[in-house]
Nanobody
């Protein structure tokens, strides 16, 4: 079983920055892929950024150049650095982990960007 706990959300003005954290219970080494998803009101959940166990990353086109995903294996934590935030980035952000056949989600953290 993998437990994920997100933190770092909040209210920020457009153009500002936030850093989200996702603490992983147990060893992060056993997890194949981790990612950040988001879901805005009335919209489907979408992938924002992903990172593999080897450190390969991918991003949604809408956040390329503004967001950066990283992992700290020593702290069993992944991060999402979000810069140049826009009102359309407003959503609940979820941490996700894939390990074998398991698909695990955190509880989500709200990010609100005011114009």
């Amino acid at each position: 079983q993998v437990q994920l706990v997100e933190s770092g959300g909040g209210l920020v003005q457009a153009g500002g920055s936030l850093r989200l954290s996702c603490a992983v219970s147990g060893s992060i080494f056993s997890i194949n892929v981790m990612g950040w998803y988001r879901q805005a009101p009335g919209k489907q959940r979408e992938l924002v950024a992903g990172i593999t166990s080897r450190g390969s990353t991918n991003y949604a086109d809408s956040v390329k150049g503004r967001f950066s995903i990283s992992r700290d294996n020593a702290k069993n934590t992944i991060y999402l650095q979000m810069n140049s935030l826009k009102p359309e980035d407003t959503a609940v952000y979820y941490c996700n982990a894939l390990r074998g056949l398991g698909n695990y989600w955190g509880q989500g953290t709200q990010v609100t960007v005011s114009s």
